[in-house]
């Protein structure tokens, strides 16, 4: 079993800045990739960002420039720095785990991140 866990989210204003955390945890073997989801009301889930094993990041156009994923790869954890933040950045923010050579995701639960003034 593998445990996917988001935190960080909230109410920011437009401009401001929040910084995601995601934690994996449980039968982690050798970690693929993680990385980051959202969906916003009415909307598909999107890609945002995603950071692989070996160190390639990946990113929306829509938030290329203003967030960036980072991982610290011996406690399992990946970072969505969120800067510049929009009022269509609203969304809840899932978090993916994948095992190396496997496509397989864990998914965590989201954290709702709120931009509004």
């Known amino acids: 079993q593998v445990q996917v866990v988001e935190s960080g989210g909230g109410l920011v204003q437009p401009g401001g800045s929040l910084r995601l955390s995601c934690a994996a945890s449980?039968?982690?073997?050798?970690?693929?990739?993680m990385g980051w989801y959202r969906q916003a009301p009415g909307k598909e889930r999107e890609l945002v960002a995603d950071?692989?094993?070996?160190?390639?990041?990946n990113y929306a156009d829509s938030v290329k420039g203003r967030f960036t994923t980072s991982r610290d790869t011996a406690k399992n954890t990946v970072y969505l720095q969120m800067n510049s933040l929009k009022p269509e950045d609203t969304a809840v923010y899932y978090c993916?785990?994948?095992?190396?050579?496997?496509?397989?995701?864990?998914w965590g639960k989201g954290t709702l991140v709120t931009v509004s003034s």
């Open positions: 993916y785990y994948r095992e190396y050579r496997n496509t397989m995701k864990y």
């Open positions: 449980g039968s982690i073997f050798s970690i693929g990739a």
């Open positions: 950071i692989t094993s070996g160190g390639s990041t």
